[in-house]
């Protein structure tokens, strides 16, 4: 596994250039709803449910936690949050796609999650609310990343980790060679057969924007976090950042 860690001090400055508008990704997400889950699963090949888990893990949830999870979708993450929390701790999952939420409220009526429709870039929380925090394939989505690590920063008790999963562009040519065929021939089609080709050609585009892990790492240390280590997984395709007040 690759590993990309500064402390804090060594932030250098990031020519991130400009995603699209917040209602354009809004409205993709509340489009793409209905097939969300199914698209995520035959695409990863359930694997992200591995990697899903280990962003849990690795955000350090326990039991009695209060846990947030940002941009959080139809809900994946935030469910395996409130199974590690359990029946003492509770969850909030955020999301600004009403459709998503639909989705993720209908799924999991029984675990102790409260959805919320809201915006990553400000959080309806009070500072230093939440024991952890996760984010599964939403930093590449936000307009404004570091806006949205300064929020996270901002709810998190002093000491308590964030875990942000996200696609990755892997370091070995061939891997990286491989991840673009896979989505151009595999994503891609997959999601045209149901009328989604769009929404997800938009996938490698926002991946070309998407700060690398040490520039993440950067990032985070910049608004606020006192550790940040980025792990490259799934052969580096895939990333997570791992941020500690
Ligand atoms: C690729 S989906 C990931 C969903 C889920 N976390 C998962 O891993 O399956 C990205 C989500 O981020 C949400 N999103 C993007 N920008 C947001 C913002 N500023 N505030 C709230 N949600 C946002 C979208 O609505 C979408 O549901």
Same mark, same amino acid.
């Given at each position: 596994?690759?590993? @990309?860690?500064?402390?804090?001090?060594?932030?250098? @400055?990031?020519?991130?250039?400009?995603?699209?508008?917040?209602?354009?990704?809004?409205?993709?997400?509340?489009?793409?709803?209905?097939?969300?889950?199914?698209?995520?699963?035959?695409?990863?090949?359930?694997?992200?449910?591995?990697?899903?888990?280990? =962003?849990?893990?690795?955000?350090?949830?326990?039991?009695?936690?209060?846990?947030?999870?940002?941009?959080?979708?139809?809900?994946?993450? $935030?469910?395996?949050?409130?199974?590690?929390?359990?029946?003492?701790?509770?969850? *909030?999952?955020?999301?600004?796609?009403?459709?998503?939420?639909?989705?993720?409220?209908? !799924? =999991?009526?029984?675990?102790?999650?409260?959805?919320?429709?809201?915006?990553?870039?400000?959080?309806?929380?009070?500072?230093?609310?939440?024991?952890?925090?996760?984010?599964?394939?939403?930093? +590449?989505?936000?307009?404004?990343?570091?806006?949205?690590?300064?929020?996270?920063?901002?709810?998190?008790?002093?000491?308590?980790?964030?875990?942000?999963?996200?696609?990755? !562009?892997?370091?070995?040519?061939?891997? +990286? $060679?491989?991840?673009?065929? *896979?989505?151009?021939?595999?994503?891609?089609?997959?999601?045209?057969?149901?009328?989604?080709?769009?929404? *997800? $050609? *938009?996938?490698?585009?926002?991946?070309?924007?998407?700060?690398?892990? @040490?520039?993440?790492?950067?990032?985070?240390?910049?608004?606020?976090?006192?550790?940040?280590?980025?792990?490259?997984?799934?052969?580096?395709?895939?990333?997570?950042?791992? =941020?500690?007040?």
């Amino acid at each position: 596994m690759a590993e @990309s860690a500064r402390i804090k001090g060594s932030f250098k @400055s990031l020519n991130v250039s400009s995603p699209p508008q917040a209602q354009e990704i809004q409205a993709i997400f509340d489009r793409i709803a209905p097939q969300y889950d199914q698209l995520n699963n035959g695409l990863s090949l359930g694997l992200h449910w591995i990697w899903k888990q280990m =962003a849990v893990k690795w955000s350090q949830a326990r039991a009695g936690s209060i846990c947030l999870d940002v941009c959080c979708g139809s809900g994946d993450v $935030a469910q395996l949050l409130a199974r590690q929390v359990g029946t003492t701790g509770k969850v *909030y999952g955020v999301d600004f796609s009403s459709q998503q939420l639909a989705i993720a409220q209908a !799924r =999991a009526p029984h675990l102790p999650i409260t959805w919320i429709e809201g915006d990553a870039l400000h959080l309806p929380f009070a500072d230093q609310h939440f024991d952890a925090a996760t984010m599964s394939y939403g930093l +590449r989505n936000v307009v404004d990343i570091s806006a949205s690590l300064e929020e996270i920063h901002r709810v998190l008790k002093p000491g308590a980790k964030a875990a942000i999963l996200d696609f990755n !562009r892997p370091q070995s040519s061939q891997l +990286r $060679a491989f991840q673009q065929w *896979y989505l151009d021939h595999f994503v891609v089609p997959t999601a045209q057969r149901l009328g989604l080709r769009e929404e *997800y $050609a *938009y996938i490698s585009p926002s991946l070309d924007r998407f700060p690398t892990g @040490s520039e993440q790492v950067d990032l985070a240390l910049q608004v606020g976090f006192e550790k940040a280590v980025h792990y490259a997984i799934a052969g580096g395709m895939m990333g997570v950042l791992v =941020a500690q007040t």
